[in-house]
């Protein structure tokens, strides 16, 4: 991030899946006090890092940036309940979407959809 920030390349939004969506919080997480260098955020399966020494970025951190969470009610590896505690106790005004599927991004007619008004918001 440090590289693209010196190089000014443009990013609009960040795509983030499982292990790197708990990443992508942390990133976020670290901006929380200047601007964000994204205008969006999709995490897909995401949760909470469990790291102790991850602990202290989560202290008061509102994450104030359109987000859409993508959350698998059948997921075996990620259950959904920390995907919602994530989206709830961690981002101001989270969009989530809960599918009936498991540990992947959805694809259906009715995904397609949700993933379209979420980006015509944001024009």
């Known amino acids: 991030m440090k590289y ?3 190089q000014q390349i443009p990013f609009d939004g960040l795509l983030a899946f499982s292990q790197g969506a708990a990443f992508a919080t942390l990133l976020l ?3 929380a006090s ?5 205008r969006f955020v999709i995490l897909v399966a995401s949760f909470k ?3 102790e020494q ?15 969470h993508v959350i698998g009610l059948s997921d075996r590896v990620i259950p959904c ?3 919602e505690n994530l989206a709830n106790e961690y981002y101001k005004n ?4 809960r599918h009936d599927g498991g540990h992947f991004i959805p694809t259906t007619s009715e995904a397609k959809s949700i993933y379209i008004k979420f980006f015509e918001r944001l024009l």
Do not use: C, V, W
Not at 34 to 38: A, I, L
Not at 54 to 68: A, F, K, R, T, V
Not at 94 to 97: H, N, Q, R
């Open 94 to 97: 989270a969009e989530i979407f």
């Open 4 to 6: 693209i920030n010196e």
């Open 81 to 83: 309940l920390k995907s």
């Open 54 to 68: 991850h602990q202290s970025m989560y202290n008061n951190l509102h994450i104030d940036l359109p987000s859409l």
């Open 29 to 31: 997480a670290r901006y």
């Open 34 to 38: 200047t601007k964000y260098p994204f």
């Open 49 to 51: 890092s469990g790291q």
